[in-house]
């Protein structure tokens, strides 16, 4: 036998000797006029005592919280009822001090046992398989959820009230319903049957309209609350280095942000919701249902015990699959998602049927395991209707019983019907919002998780001086992809200076580092060693927005957003006025083109009204840095796509300002025309001079030179 079921016993026989001892005494004090509910809440306050001693010595540690459990039951139960009899009784029929009624004494231990029993099987076993370290997690981070609903107080407060009002005005409609029911037969006055009716409206009015207040409050609270936590966790997340994006999935972490919190929000909400309405209308139905027929009640609280414990069993399986549902979801929706962003790869490389056959795969396994969970649901359904209608059988049988011997009226027992249904209901609401919110908890830790991300990347400076003359020195530099292993570096101590008023070259075969170099001057990543320095200060010292103006880049991929051209152009500008993208599109020799177009700088590019060719969205991302007035402008690999006479206008304004220009190019004849010229390899600079130097030399730039013209 468990030990824990040896120290219940021995703390049921202790509880059963006081008892005993309690209910001669209450004989012997009830002869002299001292047995009332102060008795009775004294003789339980000091059995307390007694039996938390005894469980104290009788037990170990892990025993001590179960069996104090159950003394606060075993002591609490007798002076509640008899209080809420007290409180309960009619005027007609007023309450008498407990009687020494052995039965009645020893029925107590009996439903203690049982409610521990419904409680320590049925609900606490979610708690009893989580070690305690995660209980602790949960809670606390249960506990910062509730912070986020702080700047709501003003909401939830007045719908906690409502809450409340309307809970009590639902507990109330059975009884008085009860209460018509006996009046019914017309042996009373008609003013006292009116008045009950009325009694009766205004409970159900009430109810109805405090119900539909809380309701309307709490999803206003929540819509609110789903707008604070989307904000706060997309600016988390655009913060991150670039490095985060590599890690986590587009899809999976989009689908963190609608799908996730969302459900978290919502989870927890409702939850808390559901928890304390159902509270607080178990414990007023309770007591309104020992007052018309404990015999009943006790019947009713077998059948929750036998319902707690089949629940128990089908919660874990439920939010397996529902965990299992929600990863396949997000799965699925990132492969779908991934396809049609790379479809010309897709295309290109006839990979359409494979991708079809993996979408079709993850929808299959997500249908299977939606099924799973249905089947689940039915056999559960089913088996929980078969309990109910025994029990309701049985009920049936002791209330004829009881309505023969006169201790029912078929008011109370109509009302007792009332009220059994919905006691149930409370009852699973409770075991499920509990069950359902510790399922949220891996939820919200992962949310949680994302928002307490500090980004790996060195803090912005706060330098932005005015005068900026454009002078950038790679300082033996060695870097390493965050991916990659550390010894994997994808540029090895490089040292090179790049000139204001110059253009500069950087050469190379394919992953030499060309544009990983880029990569750090646009700061998407750090360098593990050595320092970059712009005009002298280390690049970081700057402020970011800064860096961005000054430092223009044109990439190889060239993404344009949904939105009009100007928004492209001036995108990240704020309050930037249309002559000036108009004064940089007329440099680049651009603003003829896109001046004829239908909505000219309003045209939807991007999925809108215009498809732009590859050289015009080189040409816009070239406008696009020019509007930023750059001290150094980066290309990278942009001459072979962009109209030639485009690319000399927007050199020429950058060199002629003092600027500098930094060109990473395969095309090896654009880079002839440049002042200086950076030969890299593996990860190395290898040579530098201008073209004629290099080619003189005959080394690699040479060799490299031949082999692509030959090519
Ligand atoms: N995001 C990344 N994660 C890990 N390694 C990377 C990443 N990007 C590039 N690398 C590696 O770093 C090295 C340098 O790549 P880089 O892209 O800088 O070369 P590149 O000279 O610009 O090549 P290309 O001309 O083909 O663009 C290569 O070995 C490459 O495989």
């Known amino acids: 036998m468990e030990p824990v079921v040896v120290y219940g016993i021995s703390v049921l026989l202790f509880d059963t000797v006081l008892s005993l001892a309690y209910v001669t005494s209450l004989v012997l004090l009830q002869s002299s006029g001292c047995g009332g509910l102060s008795a009775q809440w004294a003789f339980a306050g000091l059995k307390w005592a007694f039996l938390?001693?005894?469980?104290?010595?009788l037990a170990g540690a892990e025993h001590q919280a179960l069996l104090s459990r159950m003394a606060a039951l075993l002591c609490l139960l007798s002076p509640v009822y008899e209080s809420l009899q007290s409180f309960l009784a009619p005027p007609s029929e007023p309450y008498r001090d407990p009687s020494a009624d052995l039965g009645r004494l020893l029925l107590g231990p009996v439903c203690s046992v049982l409610a521990c029993a419904v409680w320590e099987m049925g609900f606490r076993?979610?708690?009893?398989?989580?070690p305690s370290s995660n209980k602790l997690?949960?809670?606390?981070?249960?506990?910062?959820?509730?912070?986020?609903?702080?700047?709501?107080?003003?909401?939830?407060?007045?719908?906690?009230?409502?809450?409340?009002?309307?809970?009590?005005?639902?507990?109330?409609?059975p009884l008085y319903q009860g209460q018509v029911i006996d009046m019914i037969r017309g042996e009373v006055l008609h003013s006292s049957f009116f008045y009950s009716i009325g009694r009766l409206a205004l409970v159900c009015l009430g109810s109805t309209l405090f119900s539909g207040l809380r309701g309307g409050i709490f999803m206003c609270t929540l819509a609110r609350l789903n707008r604070r936590l989307k904000h706060l966790l997309f600016r988390t997340f655009l913060q991150q280095e670039v490095h985060f994006f590599e890690k986590n999935d587009s899809g999976v972490l989009s689908s963190r942000l609608q799908r996730d919190v969302d459900s978290m929000g919502r989870t927890v909400a409702q939850n808390a919701n559901a928890m304390l309405r159902s509270t607080v209308k178990t414990c007023l139905m309770l007591g309104v249902m020992l007052h018309l027929s404990w015999e009943l009640t006790v019947l009713t609280c077998i059948e929750i015990l036998i319902l707690a414990i089949m629940q128990n069993m089908y919660i874990p399986l439920s939010r397996a699959i529902k965990t299992q549902i929600q990863h396949c979801c997000a799965h699925t929706e990132s492969l779908a998602l991934q396809t049609v962003r790379w479809i010309q790869v897709v295309r290109s490389f006839k990979a359409e049927e494979l991708e079809l056959r993996r979408y079709s795969e993850a929808v299959t396994r997500m249908q299977t395991l939606r099924r799973r969970g249905e089947v689940y649901g039915i056999v559960y359904g089913f088996t929980r209707r078969m309990v109910n209608l025994v029990i309701k059988l049985l009920m049936l049988l002791l209330a004829r019983r009881?309505?023969?011997?006169?201790?029912?009226?078929?008011?109370?027992?109509?009302?007792?019907?009332?009220?059994?249904?919905?006691?149930?209901?409370?009852?699973?609401?409770?075991?499920?919002?509990?069950?359902?919110?510790?399922?949220t908890v891996e939820?919200?830790?992962?949310?949680?998780?994302?928002?307490?991300?500090?980004?790996?990347?060195?803090?912005?400076?706060?330098?932005?001086?005015?005068?900026?003359?454009?002078?950038?020195?790679?300082?033996?530099?060695?870097?390493?992809?965050?991916?990659?292993?550390?010894?994997?570096?994808?540029?090895?101590?490089?040292?090179?200076?790049?000139?204001?008023?110059?253009?500069?070259?950087?050469?190379?075969?394919?992953?030499?580092?060309?544009?990983?170099?880029?990569?750090?001057?646009?700061?998407?990543?750090?360098?593990?060693?050595?320092?970059?320095?712009?005009?002298g200060k280390p690049l970081h010292?700057?402020?970011?927005?800064?860096?961005?103006?000054?430092?223009?880049?044109?990439?190889?991929?060239?993404?344009l957003f949904s939105g009009s051209l100007r928004y492209n152009i001036e995108?990240?500008?704020?309050?930037?006025?249309?002559?000036?993208?108009?004064?940089?599109?007329?440099?680049?020799?651009?603003?003829?083109y896109f001046s004829e177009l239908k909505d000219q700088y309003d045209t939807a590019v991007e999925g809108g009204d215009i498809c732009l060719s590859g050289g015009l969205r080189h040409s816009v991302a070239l406008v696009r840095a020019l509007v930023r007035d750059p001290r150094v402008l980066i290309l990278d690999e942009t001459t072979s796509k962009v109209d030639a006479d485009v690319w000399h206008a927007v050199l020429r304004e950058v060199l002629s300002g003092g600027g500098a220009v930094l060109l990473v190019a395969h095309n090896l004849k654009s880079v002839t025309t440049a002042d200086q010229i950076f030969f890299i390899e593996n990860g190395e600079v290898k040579e530098e001079g201008t073209h004629a130097e290099l080619m003189a030399r005959g080394g690699c730039y040479h060799h490299f030179y031949q082999n692509c013209n030959v090519l």
Request: one cysteine or more; glycine letters at 8%; aromatic letters at 10%.
């Open 137 to 173: 997690h949960s809670r606390r981070l249960l506990l910062r959820m509730g912070k986020y609903f702080k700047p709501d107080a003003l909401f939830i407060i007045p719908a906690f009230t409502f809450l409340i009002l309307a809970v009590l005005c639902e507990t109330l409609i």
């Open 443 to 535: 939820i919200i830790s992962t949310v949680f998780g994302y928002l307490d991300r500090r980004p790996e990347c060195k803090e912005e400076g706060d330098l932005a001086p005015e005068e900026l003359e454009g002078r950038i020195l790679f300082q033996n530099v060695s870097f390493s992809y965050p991916s990659a292993p550390a010894d994997e570096k994808a540029l090895k101590s490089v040292t090179m200076e790049i000139a204001a008023g110059k253009m500069t070259a950087l050469v190379g075969p394919s992953g030499s580092g060309k544009t990983s170099c880029l990569s750090l001057l646009k700061r998407l990543y750090e360098a593990q060693e050595g320092q970059i320095l712009l005009d």
């Open 52 to 57: 938390q001693g005894f469980a104290w010595i």
């Open 541 to 559: 010292h700057y402020t970011r927005k800064y860096l961005h103006r000054k430092l223009a880049v044109v990439s190889q991929d060239l993404e």
């Open 571 to 592: 995108y990240g500008l704020k309050g930037c006025a249309l002559e000036k993208v108009r004064g940089a599109a007329r440099k680049a020799k651009a603003d003829a």
């Open 125 to 130: 076993s979610d708690a009893k398989v989580q």
């Open 402 to 439: 009881l309505i023969s011997s006169g201790h029912l009226t078929t008011g109370a027992l109509v009302s007792f019907f009332l009220y059994q249904k919905p006691i149930s209901r409370s009852l699973h609401e409770i075991s499920y919002s509990f069950g359902d919110t510790l399922a």
